[in-house]
C-alpha cells in the first residue's frame, strides 16, 4: 500500500486562533478523505506562551521561539499565520520568500499597505494563499451562497449585515486587540471584516461604495494586562492598576452599495449587550431571501417569494443533510449539530484539496480576495472621518 502524500504544517502564534487551527490539522484527516496528510511539524510562540507545553498539549512534534527560523526550514510546506494582526505581513511574506504557501488568519493584515504588500508579493512568487474566513465553511452558509448563485432570491435589493458581541465590557483590561500597533483596528477588523467577506460570497458581488459610516470607541481607557490570554478571547486575562489608553473602535457602523445595486447596511460592535455572537446576514431578492445567524449556525432561514401567496412564509432548513449540504457527508446524521470548529476542520479540509491541485467544494479566498474586503474597511473608516461618501475603486 503506498504512503499517503503528505503537508509538513507550521504554526505561528499561539492563543485562541492557534487552538483553533491546531485542532483542525489534528482532527481533518480523521473525518475528511484528504488528498494530502497534515503533518503538525511545529508550532511558534514566544517565550512566555511556553510553546513546548502548547505543542504537547496540541499535538506538535516540534516547538519553536524563532518563527523566522521556522518559516525558511526546508522540511516546511505550508506556513499557517496565526499571530496578531500586525504579525501577518511580516510572517507571511517571509514565508513566501521562501518559497512555502500561506494560510493567513482574517483580516488579511493589519493595515492597507501590509495587504497590499502580502498580496503583490504572493502575485510574483506565484505561491498558493489562503485566508481565514472561516464562516464560509458553515454548511449553512454554503448552501445560501448555492441558492443565490443559482438564482432563487432572483436580483437582490437589499443586505443587511451585522456581527454583535458583547465580551469587551469596563472589566476587559488593554489585550493586543485594543492596541491599534498590534490589531489595526478594533471591531470593524475583527468582526465586519468577516461580514464583508461573508455577504460578498453569498451574493458574489462587491461592495462598491460607502455612502455614510460612524465609529466610537465607549471606553477609552483600560487597565493594563499582566499575564497572557488562557484560551479564549479575553478568557484569562489579568489587569494591574495601571491604566492604559485604547486605541481602536469599540463599534463601527456604514451603509453600502454592491456592485448589482443593492443597498447594504452593516455593524459591527464587541458591545451589544446580549449578543454573545450574532454574526449574521439577510438578504432580499425580487424572487425570495435569506437569512442566517451564527448563534443557530446549523440553520438557513429561506422565503421562495415564487411560491403561491397563500403559503408563502419563512423556512427554516436545517443544513444538516448530507449530499445536500455541503460538507455535512464527512460529519454526523441529520440534525445532530456542527459548531464552531467544524468550520476550522472543513477549512483545513479545503485548503489540502487545493495544494493537491483539486478544486474546493466552495471557494476559499486568497490574498487577492481577502485584499477586496480589506479596502471596504479602510474605505468605511475614510467615509467616518471624513463624514462623505467614499468609492470602494478610490482606496488603492
Known amino acids: 500500500m503506498a504512503r499517503p502524500k503528505t503537508v509538513n504544517v507550521a504554526m505561528i502564534g499561539q492563543g485562541f486562533m492557534g487552538r483553533t487551527h491546531s485542532n483542525a490539522w489534528n482532527q481533518v484527516a480523521k473525518f475528511f478523505d484528504v488528498p494530502l496528510h497534515p503533518v503538525m511539524h511545529t508550532c511558534f510562540g514566544q517565550?512566555?506562551?511556553?510553546?513546548?507545553?502548547?505543542?504537547?498539549?496540541?499535538?506538535?512534534?516540534?516547538?519553536?521561539t524563532n518563527w523566522r527560523?521556522?518559516?525558511?526550514?526546508?522540511?516546511?510546506?505550508?506556513?499557517?499565520?496565526?499571530?496578531?494582526?500586525?504579525?501577518?505581513?511580516?510572517?507571511?511574506?517571509?514565508?513566501?520568500?521562501?518559497?512555502?504557501?500561506?494560510?493567513?488568519?482574517?483580516?488579511?493584515?493589519?493595515?492597507?499597505?501590509?495587504?497590499?504588500?502580502m498580496v503583490a508579493a504572493a502575485k510574483k512568487a506565484k505561491v498558493k494563499t489562503f485566508v481565514g474566513f472561516n464562516y464560509r465553511r458553515c454548511p449553512a452558509v454554503a448552501l445560501a451562497h448555492k441558492l443565490v448563485k443559482a438564482g432563487r432570491i432572483g436580483k437582490i435589493r437589499h443586505v443587511r449585515a451585522?456581527?454583535?458581541?458583547?465580551?469587551?465590557?469596563e472589566s476587559v483590561p488593554l489585550a493586543w486587540r485594543f492596541d491599534k500597533k498590534l490589531a489595526g483596528s478594533g471591531a470593524h477588523g475583527d468582526l465586519n471584516a468577516h461580514i464583508v467577506d461573508m455577504t460578498r460570497f453569498v451574493t458574489g458581488e462587491e461592495v462598491t461604495e460607502?455612502?455614510?459610516?460612524?465609529?466610537?470607541?465607549?471606553i477609552k481607557q483600560r487597565s493594563i494586562m499582566s499575564g497572557t490570554v488562557a484560551g479564549g478571547i479575553a478568557t484569562g486575562l489579568k489587569a494591574s492598576r495601571k491604566k492604559g489608553k485604547v486605541t481602536v473602535d469599540d463599534t463601527v457602523l456604514f451603509l453600502a452599495r454592491f456592485s448589482g445595486g443593492a443597498v447594504a447596511s452593516f455593524e459591527g460592535a464587541r458591545q451589544a449587550t446580549g449578543n454573545q455572537n450574532r454574526n449574521g446576514f439577510e438578504i432580499n431578492g425580487t424572487k425570495g431571501a435569506i437569512k442566517f445567524?451564527?448563534?443557530?449556525?446549523?440553520?438557513?432561514?429561506?422565503?421562495?417569494?415564487?411560491?403561491?401567496?397563500?403559503?408563502?412564509g419563512w423556512t427554516t432548513i436545517m443544513a444538516t443533510h448530507a449530499g445536500d449540504h455541503p460538507y455535512v457527508?464527512?460529519?454526523?446524521?441529520?440534525?445532530?449539530?456542527?459548531?464552531?470548529?467544524?468550520?476550522?476542520?472543513?477549512?483545513?479540509?479545503?485548503?489540502?484539496?487545493?495544494?493537491?491541485g483539486k478544486k474546493p467544494i466552495v471557494p476559499i479566498p486568497d490574498f487577492a480576495d481577502a485584499y477586496m474586503p480589506q479596502r471596504v474597511l479602510e474605505a468605511s473608516l475614510l467615509s467616518a472621518k471624513k463624514k462623505k461618501w467614499i468609492k470602494v475603486a478610490s482606496v488603492k
Open 293 to 312: 445567524d451564527f448563534e443557530r449556525m446549523n440553520e438557513l432561514e429561506y422565503y421562495d417569494a415564487t411560491a403561491d401567496r397563500a403559503v408563502q
Open 210 to 218: 460607502i455612502c455614510g459610516a460612524i465609529a466610537e470607541t465607549f
Open 47 to 64: 517565550p512566555g506562551e511556553n510553546p513546548p507545553a502548547f505543542a504537547a498539549n496540541w499535538g506538535w512534534a516540534r516547538a519553536s
Open 329 to 356: 457527508d464527512a460529519w454526523w446524521p441529520d440534525a445532530h449539530g456542527l459548531g464552531y470548529e467544524h468550520g476550522f476542520i472543513n477549512q483545513a479540509y479545503v485548503i489540502l484539496r487545493v495544494l493537491a
Open 69 to 117: 527560523k521556522t518559516v525558511k526550514d526546508p522540511a516546511i510546506d505550508l506556513v499557517d499565520v496565526a499571530t496578531p494582526n500586525f504579525m501577518h505581513a511580516p510572517v507571511a511574506k517571509a514565508a513566501i520568500a521562501a518559497g512555502k504557501p500561506v494560510f493567513c488568519e482574517k483580516p488579511i493584515a493589519g493595515t492597507l499597505k501590509d495587504a497590499r504588500e
Open 162 to 169: 451585522l456581527y454583535l458581541q458583547d465580551w469587551a465590557d
